[in-house]
């Protein structure tokens, strides 16, 4: 089937702690995006990561494609680092339709 | 630079009223989409649109009807509101795959 599993569902850091999410999708789903949603709701796009390695600041995305997954790392988390982070993957050909995971709800402690 | 905007960004409704939610964007970008946010769920995608007078169903497509006259602008109706059609709705639109999400409108079904 068509799936997108995120975990952990949830976690606690302290401030200036480093996290790692993970993304797992199915055979029918490719082009991953993972997403940070703000405690006020807003949906910010962070990575466009089909294969390979991104970086931007202290936000890095990986997906091994061949092995269905992706991980997102957060280093030296801060408290704006807080909120809901979404991966979701395109499927049904060439659509740019999105499926998503639930989500990991990230809380950062000063 | 506008970007993506939704009206109402809250509206509160009856058990059979039509509504409509307004999705407006000022990129030019050819596709855009519908998603719903509800507790448990993370985003479901209701309708997409590839293109001006281009629309296909979602996964969640029962009870909304979607229209795209011009590219800039994607309404959605729920043509006779229920209880479970309360959520949180979220427009998007895309340019080289990536989504790029506007903020979101809190709809109350009573």
């Known amino acids: 089937g068509i799936q997108v599993e995120q975990s952990p569902p949830d976690l606690i850091l302290q401030e200036g702690a480093n996290s790692t999410l993970r993304c797992n999708f199915s055979?029918?789903?490719?082009?991953l995006q993972w997403f940070h949603q703000n405690p006020w709701g807003q949906l910010i796009n962070l990575f466009y990561i089909p294969s390979g390695t991104k970086q931007n600041g202290r936000l890095s995305a990986t997906t091994v494609a061949t092995e269905r997954y992706s991980l997102l790392y957060i280093s030296s988390s801060q408290t704006t680092d807080s909120g809901v982070y979404f991966c979701?993957?395109?499927?049904?050909?060439?659509?740019?339709?999105?499926?998503f995971g639930t989500g990991t709800l990230l809380a950062v402690q000063p | 630079d506008a970007g993506i905007t939704q009206s109402p960004r809250y509206k509160i409704t009856e058990t059979g009223r039509q509504v409509t939610l307004m999705c407006h964007q000022t990129w030019s970008h050819s596709y855009m989409f519908w998603y719903r946010q509800d507790l448990g769920h993370g985003l479901r995608l209701i309708y997409y649109?590839?293109?001006?007078?281009?629309?296909d169903k979602g996964e969640v497509p029962d009870g909304y009807v979607v229209s795209r006259s011009k590219t800039e602008n994607f309404p959605l109706t729920l043509e006779s509101a229920t209880r479970s059609q309360t959520s949180v709705y979220f427009c998007?639109?895309?340019?080289?795959?990536?989504?790029?999400f506007g903020p979101g409108t809190r709809l109350t079904v009573t």
């Open positions: 649109s590839a293109a001006a007078d281009i629309t």
């Open positions: 979701a993957g395109e499927y049904g050909g060439a659509t740019n339709k999105l499926i």
């Open positions: 055979d029918s789903v490719n082009n």
């Open positions: 998007a639109s895309s340019v080289m795959r990536e989504q790029y």
